[in-house]
């Protein structure tokens, strides 16, 4: 074998290994973070249109909410609560609905109602639970006790809320105009205006 035929070869086998360091050290390492960042950018597109979901349904909620409550700004929790017990088939195992509502905080009114539930069975107290759940209302089971009846089904106490009354927010403040002066021109002579 001649000399520049071997150099060719060691100089082919240079470059071989080169090619491979700078493909294990610089291309790999830049195609897997590629790949990385293209999967969280992907999660972080389902995180935000999932978050834009729940904004929506906020946004519906405080509108359905709105219209229940109407001019008066009452929400009437107690036939509300009555009527998903029909719905739900429970309506008939209602021992007493005690309303009353209290504050909750500045500019927000809380109605509660206090219910018993007797002899009621365990699918249809899960019924009416998922429609109290599922309301546009923004209903809140504040309490929830379950007993077993000794004769058939379940004993419950339960007690359901609903933010109503809530005061408008004080529009914010205007921004002050600044004042308009006069200031004499380049010359001294001619007075012109100026804004600071």
Same mark, same amino acid.
Request: aromatic share 4%.
């Given at each position: 074998m001649s000399e520049s035929f071997r150099k060719t070869i060691l100089f082919a086998v240079a470059a071989l290994l080169a090619l491979l360091a700078v493909d294990s050290w610089v291309?790999?390492?830049v195609a897997e973070t590629r790949r990385k960042l $293209?999967?969280?950018i992907e999660r972080a597109e389902k995180a935000l249109a999932e978050a834009g $979901?729940? =904004?929506?349904r906020r946004q519906?909620? $405080?509108a359905r909410l709105s219209e229940a409550a109407g001019s008066s700004g009452d929400v009437n929790l107690f036939a509300l609560l009555q009527a998903m017990a029909r719905e739900a088939g429970v309506s008939g195992h209602i021992e007493y609905m005690r309303p009353s509502s209290? =504050?909750?905080g500045p500019g927000l009114r809380e109605e509660v109602v206090d219910m018993r539930l007797k002899r009621v069975a365990l699918g249809d107290m899960a019924a009416y639970l998922g429609r109290i759940e599922a309301a546009p209302e923004a209903l809140t089971v504040r309490k929830l006790s379950f007993r077993a009846d000794p004769v058939e089904g379940l004993n419950a106490d339960m007690s359901v809320s609903v933010p109503v009354g809530r005061e408008p927010s004080p $529009?914010?403040?205007?921004p002050a105009i600044p004042a308009v002066q006069n200031?004499?021109?380049p010359d001294g002579a001619a007075p012109r205006e100026a804004v600071p």
């Amino acid at each position: 074998m001649s000399e520049s035929f071997r150099k060719t070869i060691l100089f082919a086998v240079a470059a071989l290994l080169a090619l491979l360091a700078v493909d294990s050290w610089v291309l790999s390492p830049v195609a897997e973070t590629r790949r990385k960042l $293209a999967v969280r950018i992907e999660r972080a597109e389902k995180a935000l249109a999932e978050a834009g $979901a729940l =904004e929506k349904r906020r946004q519906e909620v $405080a509108a359905r909410l709105s219209e229940a409550a109407g001019s008066s700004g009452d929400v009437n929790l107690f036939a509300l609560l009555q009527a998903m017990a029909r719905e739900a088939g429970v309506s008939g195992h209602i021992e007493y609905m005690r309303p009353s509502s209290r =504050e909750a905080g500045p500019g927000l009114r809380e109605e509660v109602v206090d219910m018993r539930l007797k002899r009621v069975a365990l699918g249809d107290m899960a019924a009416y639970l998922g429609r109290i759940e599922a309301a546009p209302e923004a209903l809140t089971v504040r309490k929830l006790s379950f007993r077993a009846d000794p004769v058939e089904g379940l004993n419950a106490d339960m007690s359901v809320s609903v933010p109503v009354g809530r005061e408008p927010s004080p $529009a914010p403040p205007v921004p002050a105009i600044p004042a308009v002066q006069n200031v004499p021109g380049p010359d001294g002579a001619a007075p012109r205006e100026a804004v600071p």
